[in-house]
């Protein structure tokens, strides 16, 4: 069974920089073909894709308005998915998701967000001063 689980959110300053992380346990672990990444909601506001990854080919997604400024990494020796986030803006708080799911690519998994059978319970990220 696939479990998810994300650490790393909490309060920053605007400006600031955050490192999640996300755990993965169960059948991800195995080096088969998976899409991870990185997805947020803030209250009253649609989930975005913030970043995804492929194992494959490890080809990068990343949101627009994070380009440049987040990077997802794997650390495959410790079946750890991690979103450096450096530049925070002043933003509502909002609860970041780590989801995975078999094939696809990056970009169509963060961007449809279809078919995702499996979601972490979330971290709350807070930027404010």
């Known amino acids: 069974q696939v479990q998810l689980v994300e650490s790393g959110g909490g309060l920053v300053q605007p400006g600031g920089s955050l490192r999640l992380s996300c755990a993965t346990s169960?059948?991800?672990?195995?080096?088969?073909?998976?899409?991870i990444g990185w997805f947020r909601q803030a209250p009253g506001k649609e989930r975005e894709g913030v970043s995804c990854?492929?194992?494959?080919?490890?080809?990068?997604y990343y949101e627009d308005s994070v380009k440049g400024r987040f990077t997802i990494a794997r650390d495959n020796a410790k079946n750890t998915v991690y979103l450096q986030m450096n530049s925070l803006p002043p933003d509502a708080p909002a609860v970041y998701y780590c989801a995975a799911r078999w094939h696809g690519t990056g970009q169509a998994m963060c961007t449809a967000q279809l078919n995702i059978p499996f979601w972490g319970h979330g971290t709350l990220v807070t930027v404010s001063s």
């Open positions: 169960g059948f991800l672990t195995d080096p088969d073909f998976y899409v």
């Open positions: 990854i492929s194992s494959r080919d490890g080809n990068e």
